[in-house]
């Protein structure tokens, strides 16, 4: 009796039974109270409704984006892989029953319950036939990140077979994004991404991470299946969240399995399981369907890391080295600024094409001190906007004071009351004040600071030394002091607007 229940569960669509056959228990479809219309139950028992309402479809989108690949096979002669001399075109088509021992061989050979039914049909039917290019993608990516993704599963006990998980999730695109907010290859949310340890600031993403989001995803495959010791139920709660499984465990009376809870989760959690069990199934009897891995260009052996060690630009890179900037975002969406947030106690991994590796290591310094066109322009233009505009108006709000307007223009007390002509520090709520940012004007209104207390002597102007900063520029330092570009470039011989680190300037007071 039990085997023909099993036949009829995994032959038949789940409008009657959602439950999956165990020797533990078993739960009788009349029991489950399933809360659907007629129409919600077409929909279940059509297998492409479910395909269609998942966020597989999203993705596959997105690898076909990927420019890198090329359109030949992996380093193979397709003679060679072509077996059973399929022509070029061939769609093969086979009966339920040769899917059905498949996967049951597969399920032979792993701890992850692998079933067969009519929505794993139809996400089979997705892979091998309706998106077929993007499979053979998904096959040459997986030479790329298969190899990293056994070494993390291995190393914390999991079955190797949850490889497959990130194609559902990304289809193995690095730079994958959800509409829901979900990031990199294993799609982590903000939220979880956080408590598994991926830093997410202004300039760092790393749910983009290969290496670190893998060690994540793992650790949280851990926890999950710590939790629930069922790995469909694991899947489940890493899709939509362990909450949403709970609920549905309680709507299905208590039942801890998939296949009981199936009719109370989310839309697209429903086609998750099957997704999965059809990409472990094509991606291990690719060659039986005629699909072949298309080779991923530079992805494959292409690249090399570098470790930087101070904050840089994508654009100083680009125009120093000449590494395209098209590389640089793709193989870095990390530094989602297009910055590295890189010090010397916190060094940054950067990707790129490896011929420009050496070059990078080499001229490593002369990178992180290079002005790019880019910053050149932005002090051009503020140099001309002091020079056009050097007094503004402020308008005085409440809780304000000289002092306080002092600091943030840096400028003294004495320069806004000279500037204004205030004979005393009282100031309102909706004031205007004239604020030259130079500092320059102070004595053209009769009141110099550099006058001695002592018959009206002009006093020698002192002298100190300013070492430029990472980051800093004449147009930032001038602000600093109080006095502008010109009076620097005066000042030090400079002929140009381009300071280095570690350079001294002499500011004079």
């Given at each position: 009796?039990?085997?023909?229940?099993?036949?009829?569960?995994?032959?038949?669509?789940f409008?009657?039974?959602?439950?999956?056959?165990?020797?533990?228990?078993?739960t009788?479809?009349?029991s489950?109270?399933?809360?659907?219309?007629e129409?919600?139950?077409?929909?279940?028992?059509?297998?492409?409704?479910?395909?269609?309402?998942?966020?597989?479809?999203?993705?596959?989108?997105?690898?076909?984006?990927?420019?890198?690949?090329?359109?030949?096979?992996?380093?193979?002669?397709?003679a060679?892989?072509?077996?059973?001399?399929?022509?070029?075109?061939?769609?093969?088509?086979?009966?339920?029953?040769?899917?059905?021992?498949?996967?049951?061989?597969?399920?032979?050979?792993?701890t992850?319950?692998?079933?067969?039914?009519?929505?794993?049909?139809?996400?089979?039917?997705?892979?091998?036939?309706?998106?077929?290019?993007?499979?053979?993608?998904?096959?040459?990516?997986?030479?790329?990140?298969?190899?990293?993704?056994?070494?993390?599963?291995?190393?914390?006990?999991?079955?190797?077979?949850?490889?497959?998980?990130?194609?559902?999730?990304?289809?193995?695109?690095?730079?994958?994004?959800?509409?829901?907010?979900?990031?990199?290859?294993?799609?982590?949310?903000?939220?979880?991404?956080?408590?598994?340890?991926?830093?997410?600031?202004?300039?760092?993403?790393?749910?983009?991470?290969?290496?670190?989001?893998?060690?994540?995803?793992?650790?949280?495959?851990?926890?999950?299946?710590?939790?629930?010791?069922?790995?469909?139920?694991?899947?489940?709660?890493?899709?939509?969240?362990?909450?949403?499984?709970?609920?549905?465990?309680?709507?299905?009376?208590?039942?801890?399995?998939?296949?009981?809870?199936?009719?109370?989760?989310?839309?697209?959690?429903?086609?998750?399981?099957?997704?999965?069990?059809?990409?472990?199934?094509?991606?291990n009897?690719?060659?039986?369907?005629?699909?072949?891995?298309?080779?991923?260009g530079?992805?494959?052996?292409?690249?090399?890391?570098?470790?930087?060690?101070?904050?840089?630009?994508?654009?100083?890179?680009n125009?120093?080295?000449?590494?395209?900037?098209?590389?640089?975002?793709?193989?870095?969406?990390?530094?989602?600024?297009?910055?590295?947030?890189?010090?010397?106690?916190f060094?940054?991994?950067?990707?790129?094409?490896?011929?420009?590796?050496?070059?990078f290591?080499?001229?490593?310094?002369?990178?992180?001190?290079?002005?790019?066109?880019?910053?050149?322009?932005?002090?051009?233009?503020?140099?001309?906007?002091?020079?056009?505009?050097?007094?503004?108006?402020?308008?005085?709000?409440?809780?304000?004071?000289?002092?306080?307007i002092?600091?943030?223009?840096?400028?003294?007390?004495?320069?806004?009351?000279?500037?204004?002509?205030?004979?005393?520090?009282?100031?309102?709520?909706?004031?205007?004040?004239?604020?030259?940012?130079?500092?320059?004007?102070?004595?053209?209104v009769?009141?110099?600071?550099?006058?001695?207390n002592?018959?009206?002597?002009?006093?020698?102007?002192?002298?100190?030394?300013?070492?430029?900063?990472?980051?800093?520029?004449?147009?930032?330092?001038?602000?600093?002091?109080?006095?502008?570009?010109?009076?620097?470039?005066?000042?030090?011989?400079?002929k140009?607007?381009?300071?280095?680190?570690?350079?001294?300037?002499?500011?004079?007071?």
């Amino acid at each position: 009796m039990k085997y023909t229940h099993l036949v009829l569960l995994l032959l038949f669509p789940f409008a009657t039974a959602f439950a999956q056959v165990n020797r533990s228990y078993s739960t009788a479809p009349d029991s489950l109270d399933v809360e659907l219309n007629e129409q919600e139950i077409r929909d279940l028992n059509s297998g492409k409704a479910v395909v269609d309402e998942s966020a597989v479809m999203e993705m596959l989108d997105l690898v076909s984006n990927i420019s890198y690949f090329k359109d030949v096979y992996l380093d193979i002669d397709t003679a060679v892989m072509n077996i059973y001399d399929y022509g070029r075109d061939e769609v093969p088509v086979f009966h339920d029953t040769v899917y059905q021992n498949r996967i049951e061989a597969l399920a032979r050979q792993t701890t992850i319950p692998l079933t067969f039914n009519t929505h794993v049909k139809s996400f089979i039917e997705l892979y091998a036939n309706r998106r077929r290019q993007q499979s053979s993608r998904m096959l040459g990516l997986s030479y790329v990140y298969f190899p990293m993704f056994e070494e993390y599963l291995a190393k914390y006990n999991l079955p190797l077979e949850l490889k497959y998980l990130a194609m559902v999730e990304s289809a193995l695109n690095p730079t994958a994004g959800s509409k829901a907010g979900a990031k990199g290859l294993w799609q982590f949310m903000l939220g979880t991404g956080k408590d598994y340890g991926l830093r997410v600031t202004t300039l760092l993403d790393e749910r983009y991470d290969p290496m670190k989001e893998t060690v994540a995803a793992c650790q949280y495959l851990q926890s999950l299946y710590a939790r629930y010791e069922d790995w469909f139920l694991v899947l489940a709660a890493y899709n939509s969240g362990p909450g949403t499984v709970n609920k549905a465990i309680i709507r299905a009376g208590g039942v801890k399995n998939y296949w009981a809870i199936w009719p109370y989760l989310p839309k697209e959690t429903r086609g998750y399981v099957p997704a999965f069990i059809a990409v472990t199934y094509l991606m291990n009897y690719a060659t039986e369907h005629n699909i072949y891995p298309t080779n991923p260009g530079l992805l494959l052996h292409g690249t090399d890391t570098v470790v930087v060690h101070n904050r840089v630009g994508f654009d100083q890179i680009n125009e120093c080295i000449g590494v395209p900037m098209q590389d640089l975002v793709f193989f870095n969406p990390q530094y989602t600024k297009r910055i590295v947030p890189a010090s010397k106690e916190f060094p940054c991994a950067l990707r790129m094409p490896m011929k420009y590796t050496l070059r990078f290591v080499q001229l490593e310094d002369s990178i992180y001190s290079y002005t790019s066109r880019a910053e050149k322009a932005r002090e051009v233009i503020e140099e001309k906007v002091e020079q056009v505009s050097d007094c503004i108006t402020h308008t005085v709000k409440k809780g304000e004071s000289l002092g306080s307007i002092a600091r943030k223009y840096h400028v003294t007390v004495s320069n806004i009351k000279n500037w204004n002509r205030l004979k005393r520090e009282t100031i309102h709520v909706g004031q205007k004040l004239k604020i030259y940012r130079s500092g320059a004007p102070m004595a053209q209104v009769g009141k110099s600071t550099n006058k001695s207390n002592s018959g009206g002597k002009q006093a020698a102007p002192t002298v100190k030394t300013h070492t430029v900063k990472k980051g800093e520029t004449l147009s930032s330092i001038s602000r600093k002091y109080g006095c502008t570009v010109n009076d620097l470039k005066k000042w030090n011989n400079l002929k140009s607007n381009t300071v280095k680190v570690g350079q001294k300037l002499k500011i004079k007071k």
